[in-house]
């Protein structure tokens, strides 16, 4: 125990550091007030993976931490996209996936938004650069999206400054 403190005291806090502005996303990391007034209500987001290696979905999960405080600036995941305001989608589209990606997308409700995640989610990624026999390519093939978060996998606070400027469009 004393080895541990004596370890906590020589390196002090570890925190992340703040993600500068990104010009591509249009907006920058907004206090929570602001993000607020900028919902008028809850987001309700549904994930979709359409073909990831999960490395996305580790980072979305972890906007649910204390840390991002995701449910304490209004939004939070649903299990039905009919109840969902927001799609986020990570990973290139697999062929296999394209069919309830697309039905997914029409169960929403209007007014829809989507956000796709990574480079994979983006322009296919590593794995899928162009169209072929197991794969579609990127979400904007598939359906129209808003938002494309860059990285592979973008940080946690990339994704939340990409849903807070799909929102603000």
Do not use: W
């Not at 570890?14 to 500068?20: A, F, G, H, N, V």
């Not at 996305?56 to 449910?71: G, Q, S, T």
């Not at 927001?86 to 990606?101: D, F």
């Amino acid at each position: 125990m004393y080895r541990i403190l004596r370890e906590i005291l020589r390196n002090g806090i570890k925190t992340e550091r703040e993600l500068p502005p990104d010009a591509s996303l249009g907006v920058s990391m907004p206090r929570s007030e602001e993000a607020l007034a900028a919902l008028g209500s809850a987001l309700a987001i549904r994930h979709v993976d359409a073909g990831s290696c999960n490395g996305c979905e580790l980072e979305i999960h972890a906007l649910n931490n204390p840390y991002y405080r995701l449910e304490g600036l209004g939004m939070g995941f649903v299990a039905s996209p009919r109840h969902a305001d927001m799609l986020l989608v990570t990973g290139p589209v697999s062929r296999h996936m394209e069919e309830a990606l697309r039905r997914t997308y029409d169960a929403m409700p209007e007014p829809k938004l989507v956000v796709a995640i990574g480079d994979c989610g983006k322009n296919g990624g590593v794995f899928c650069r162009r169209e072929n026999y197991a794969c579609k390519g990127s979400v904007s093939s598939v359906i129209p999206v808003d938002v494309e978060v860059p990285g592979c996998p973008p940080e946690p606070a990339a994704i939340l400054q990409g849903i807070l400027s799909a929102i603000r469009t």
